[in-house]
């Protein structure tokens, strides 16, 4: 194994490689000198380059994983393919359309795997809500909102959609188990010209199906919450909560067939909330355990390349409609 980029995310992935048993962490790749220093000191063991070219050549490496900036991403993905080595890139997996379906069908010909980090689809809590809507408790999926604010690092290589926004469209995409029709997007840039501190983007899926997200690095609040409201049930997952992230309302509203009143058609029901007790682990470890496991027994990763164009699809759309001011955008469709 490889790390390539070990900058404030990069770290983790060294972190966590380093430590899981089933990998060997060969070199860590990065052009800062500091956070080279960095690995020396925490793993030793560890060979911390600048060159990303002795990573590519040396043949005992087998996979690489990239942390390094958003543009950066398919690039080097492509260099990765090329040298015949497994590729996890974070997210986005690319800043167009174009690139990330070359990544991907770069990687198909060549037969080796790519997984893009769409961390929260490995988070615990998401997987129990994607158990509740395939075990049908929630009924049918009416609509989604996603916001993910704060008061935090304020970046200048891409904007709080492109920042922000592919964690809440990879989980709004696997829970809708759809690619929205249409996206608007509406932001502005108030700290830097040209790059959007504040965005809210409105989708709309297939049979009706509406999600809405609140991106900002520029708010009082830190938020990391979903909402999910269903036909019978509705649930909430609050990342910032230390324990109890997930909470499942039994409340719903009811259309009565036999009725004389109004009172009567429509009757609102306010039942239990449950708080389910979650399994343990770190979000990481199990999204870096996949990606060993597909490399090594050939499996399709959950978010391989395939599911990280379709981000990059909806971001493009969301993207579009943005720089026309809130026009409402159609995402590309899988051709």
């Known amino acids: 194994m490889a790390v390539v980029g070990c900058g404030n995310w990069g770290k983790n992935l060294v972190r966590v490689v380093a430590s899981h048993p089933g990998s060997d962490l060969r070199f860590a790749c990065d052009v800062a000198p500091d956070r080279l220093a960095r690995v020396r000191a925490l793993h030793p063991g560890v060979r911390a380059t600048p060159e990303l070219a002795r990573v590519l050549d040396d043949p005992d490496v087998e996979a690489v994983m990239l942390a390094t900036s958003a ?18 890139v974070e997210k986005p997996l690319a800043l167009s359309c174009d690139a990330a379906r070359a990544v991907v069908e770069k990687a198909a010909a060549a037969g080796v795997t790519v997984m893009v980090g769409h961390l929260l689809l490995y988070h615990p809590a998401v997987r129990f809500l994607r158990s509740l809507i395939d075990g049908g408790d929630l009924g049918d999926i009416l609509y989604m909102y996603c916001q993910r604010v704060n008061l935090g690092i304020v970046r200048s290589d891409e904007n709080a959609l492109w920042s922000f926004g592919p964690h809440d469209i990879s989980v709004m995409n696997h829970v809708m188990g759809a690619l929205p029709e249409t996206v608007v997007a509406q932001g502005q840039a108030y700290l830097q010209p040209g790059v959007e501190d504040v965005v809210f983007v409105n989708l709309r899926y297939p049979g009706g199906r509406m999600g809405q997200i609140q991106l900002s690095w520029l708010d009082p609040h830190k938020l990391r919450r979903m909402t999910l409201v269903g036909s019978r049930k509705m649930a909430v997952f609050d990342d910032m909560e230390p324990g109890e992230k997930v909470r499942v309302y039994d409340k719903g509203a009811e259309v009565s067939q036999d009725y004389t009143t109004f009172g009567e058609y429509m009757g609102l029901r306010h039942g239990d909330v449950v708080i389910p007790r979650l399994p343990a682990g770190e979000p990481l470890f199990a999204e870096v355990d996949h990606f060993l496991s597909c490399v090594r027994d050939g499996r399709r990763p959950l978010t391989d390349g395939r599911n990280g164009l379709d981000v990059v699809r909806v971001l493009d759309a969301a993207s579009r409609s943005l720089a026309d001011g809130g026009v409402p955008t159609t995402v590309e469709s899988d051709t």
């Not at 393919?81 to 996890?88: C, N, P, T």
Request: glycine share 6%; net charge positive.
């Open 71 to 88: 543009a950066t991403h398919a690039e080097i993905a492509l260099r990765v393919i090329a040298a015949g080595k497994h590729v996890f």
